[in-house]
């Protein structure tokens, strides 16, 4: 069926430290994927996004990489920060539906 | 202007209320979508709208009522809810339905008492 899912529920890491948040996606129709992070009491907030055409895109300090053999999207973040602490969100677009599919979520936590 | 703007930010009402969430952005965006976030869970699609027509409802209760007066503005009408209503209303545009650009506002923390 339809589902986006992310492996772990909490991600913890140091400050300074890369972090990678993982995305396992199950509709091979979906051809756009987005993520986002959360912070308490706010709207998802866009960090990247990258179509089905390609494998990598690389922003400030974020890359996605996707992987549609295995149906897989990471979210990597270089020298993590604070900031950086978050629910963070995959998401995938299922073949010009307008239908914008939201994983469980990954929470990120910085130690200092 | 690069937001989505939505108003009230809180809202308490009784079941027996009728209110409505407004939602707004002028990015030029034609589509635009309601969901749904329960606490710590991912925002769930409730409604689009694509070019001011409704486009998908995922099978919402009639107690929520969208409406697309304009390409700009998006409100949500709500009457006699329940308490497991209450949630984070969260208003998203895109350029087109299903295209790149999907933005959110900050949403409106609404609770059914």
Known sequence: ???????????????GDNSIINCAYS????????????ESGKGPQFIIDIRSNMDKRQGQRVTVLLNKTVKHLSLQIAATQPGDSAVYFCAENIGHTGKLIFGQGTTLQVKP | DTEVTQTPKHLVMGMTNKKS???EQHMGHRAMYWYKQKAKKPPELM??????????????????SPECPNSSLLN???HALQPEDSALYLCAS?????????TFGSGTRLTVV
Request: include cysteine; hydrophobic fraction near 30%.
């Open chain 2, 21 to 23: 969430l407004k939602c």
């Open chain 2, 47 to 64: 409604f689009v709208y694509s070019y001011e027509k409704l486009s998908i409802n995922e099978s919402v209760p009639s107690r929520f």
């Open chain 2, 94 to 102: 895109s350029q087109e339905e299903g295209t790149d650009g999907y």
């Open chain 1, 1 to 15: 069926g339809e589902s986006v899912g992310l492996h772990l529920p909490t991600l913890s890491v140091q400050e």
């Open chain 2, 76 to 78: 949500l009408h709500l």
């Open chain 1, 27 to 38: 509709n091979s129709a979906s051809d756009y994927f987005i993520w986002y992070k959360q």
